[in-house]
């Protein structure tokens, strides 16, 4: 079992940047591939980034390309979302996912292959 717990959302303007922590329990962390997922309100949740167990492999989607950095630290049982140049778009609850595939090397972007989930944290850019 997996516990996830993130940090570091709040308010911030247009252009501002955040970032996100994602601390995660259990023994066997590094082995995980992780994502990061954002539901805004009245919308799905969506894929926002995903990255490997070992951090060597990362996928984005469009709308945050070049704006939001993933990065991992096995050694502290986190994943973090370094996000910039925010737009009002990008509000929304923000989650970490983990997927139980202790022994693959891959990254994985849809929703129901991920087994654990954090409780979310709050993100909000005003304009």
């Known amino acids: 079992q997996v516990r996830l717990v993130e940090s570091g959302g709040g308010l911030v303007q247009a252009g501002g940047s955040l970032r996100l922590s994602c601390a995660a329990s259990?023994?066997?962390?590094?082995?995980?591939?992780m994502g990061w997922y954002r539901q805004a309100p009245g919308k799905e949740r969506e894929f926002v980034v995903a990255i490997s167990s070992s951090g060597s492999r990362t996928y984005y989607s469009d709308s945050v390309k070049g704006r939001f950095t993933i990065s991992r630290d096995n050694a502290k049982n986190t994943v973090y979302l370094q996000m910039n140049s925010l737009k009002p778009e990008d509000t929304a609850v923000y989650y970490c996912?983990?997927?139980?595939?202790?022994?693959?090397?891959?990254?994985?972007?849809?929703?129901?292959?991920?087994?654990?989930w954090g409780q979310g944290t709050q993100v909000t850019v005003s304009s």
């Open positions: 996912a983990a997927v139980d595939r202790p022994t693959s090397s891959g990254i994985y972007y849809r929703k129901d292959e991920y087994d654990y």
């Open positions: 259990g023994r066997t962390f590094r082995s995980y591939p």
